[in-house]
């Protein structure tokens, strides 16, 4: 539309920076069995093949494509601050997206952006965030965001997070492998060792192990496979390479990059998986609409909103009231964010989002 925010037509690109693979894990006693065997079955490969492009009419390869909001980063802060100041964003994007829809994630990941901005410190694990910033996952995201702030992602100890973010910025290459890339090769496999064994319906609820009951007759794998909650998450550390390899293989055939695969198979493959967000709409449009939100509570011309958020100095939807410093928690300006390596601390050695 005319009055539109960002450029949207020419998303189905990839945008014109560098584009590379991301290190990975290389296994000393190589893929588990059950990887190998999925990713390894043509027939398998074709039924995700089939929903891939369904994804892609749908438009999930457009889904990753920000350059026209890393444009805006470069207007307001200069090629440089700018690029790094769009990648910071987008590290917070990684940090609160665990169990997150894409709206509530991209709020909060403006709250997380805004603190870094002004030099505040990151909220201490376990202390309140503001409203409307808070979440359910509130803990582990601001263990992320404490990550972010600092060194950043570690592509080996962290695959999933630190290629979101390289997806985000426009490096098409690598793969993230969410929940929804896992779940899907396995459900079309029909595979029993993909479905979860403490499986846990509520807080305080027995643990199910599905695995068990599908094996013993309590559950029929017709039952399971409509339940994209009863199968498992992530992949383990040996599977993450594969997997990733196994939808650049579908790209290719497909022409499309490792990205784009993937957007499209969330987008075609979410009702077996349990996606419960909007896929089909790429990240720029949520954001828009997460502005102009905030430009009609506040009363404020959405290109003012947008250029306050890229320079930090208001989060999105913001309630009015500032947000306050949490104790205890170390001091993190944007320029010492922003400087230093992507390396963190290897003593991290599981993936946390």
């Known amino acids: 539309m005319a009055d539109d925010l960002f450029d949207y037509s020419r998303l189905h690109e990839v945008p014109d920076v560098p584009q590379f693979d991301l290190p990975r894990y290389v296994p000393k006693r190589g893929v588990s069995q059950r990887t190998s065997d999925i990713v390894g079955d043509r027939n398998v490969f074709d039924k995700v093949s089939a929903i891939v492009q369904e994804g892609k009419e749908?438009?999930?390869?457009?889904?990753?494509?920000?350059?026209?909001?890393?444009?805006?980063?470069?207007?307001?802060?200069?090629?440089?601050?700018?690029?790094?100041?769009?990648?910071?964003?987008?590290?917070?994007?990684?940090?609160?997206?665990?169990?997150?829809?894409?709206?509530?994630?991209?709020?909060?990941?403006?709250?997380?952006?805004?603190?870094?901005?002004?030099?505040?410190?990151?909220?201490?694990?376990?202390?309140?965030?503001?409203?409307?910033?808070?979440?359910?996952?509130?803990?582990?995201?601001?263990?992320?965001?404490q990550r972010v702030s600092?060194?950043?992602?570690?592509?080996?100890?962290?695959?999933?997070?630190?290629?979101?973010?390289?997806?985000?910025?426009?490096?098409?290459?690598?793969?993230?492998?969410?929940?929804?890339?896992?779940?899907?090769?396995?459900?079309?496999?029909?595979?029993?060792?993909?479905?979860?064994?403490?499986?846990?319906?509520?807080?305080?609820?027995?643990?199910?192990?599905?695995?068990?009951?599908?094996?013993?007759?309590?559950?029929?794998?017709?039952?399971?496979?409509?339940?994209?909650?009863?199968?498992?998450?992530?992949?383990?550390?040996?599977?993450?390479?594969?997997?990733?390899?196994?939808?650049?293989?579908i790209g290719k055939e497909q022409g499309l990059t490792t990205a784009q695969t993937q957007a499209s198979a969330w987008v075609g493959g979410g009702k077996h998986t349990g996606l419960a967000s909007d896929e089909s709409k790429p990240f720029l449009r949520f954001l828009e609409d997460r502005i102009r939100l905030t430009a009609k509570k506040k009363n404020m011309d959405p290109r003012d909103v947008m250029k306050k958020f890229i320079k930090g100095e208001e989060p999105l939807f913001s309630t009015g009231g500032a947000a306050v410093e949490s104790k205890g928690a170390a001091k993190n300006n944007i320029d010492r964010a922003l400087s230093l390596t992507s390396v963190y601390n290897a003593k991290h050695k599981r993936d946390a989002v």
């Open 150 to 249: 600092g060194a950043g992602w570690d592509a080996i100890n962290n695959p999933k997070p630190a290629s979101f973010v390289e997806n985000l910025v426009g490096n098409q290459r690598p793969g993230t492998i969410d929940t929804h890339a896992f779940r899907l090769p396995a459900i079309m496999a029909q595979d029993p060792r993909f479905l979860e064994t403490a499986l846990q319906s509520s807080k305080g609820a027995p643990a199910r192990n599905i695995q068990k009951e599908v094996e013993g007759g309590q559950m029929s794998m017709a039952d399971a496979l409509k339940q994209g909650s009863a199968w498992q998450a992530a992949p383990k550390d040996n599977e993450y390479g594969a997997l990733e390899d196994f939808y650049r293989r």
């Open 58 to 145: 749908m438009g999930g390869d457009k889904w990753y494509n920000a350059e026209p909001l890393r444009q805006e980063f470069v207007h307001h802060h200069g090629p440089d601050e700018g690029n790094k100041r769009f990648r910071k964003y987008m590290d917070f994007i990684a940090a609160s997206s665990p169990r997150s829809a894409v709206p509530e994630n991209i709020r909060n990941a403006s709250y997380y952006y805004h603190l870094a901005a002004t030099g505040k410190p990151m909220p201490a694990v376990g202390d309140k965030n503001p409203q409307p910033y808070g979440h359910m996952a509130q803990r582990l995201h601001q263990l992320n965001a």
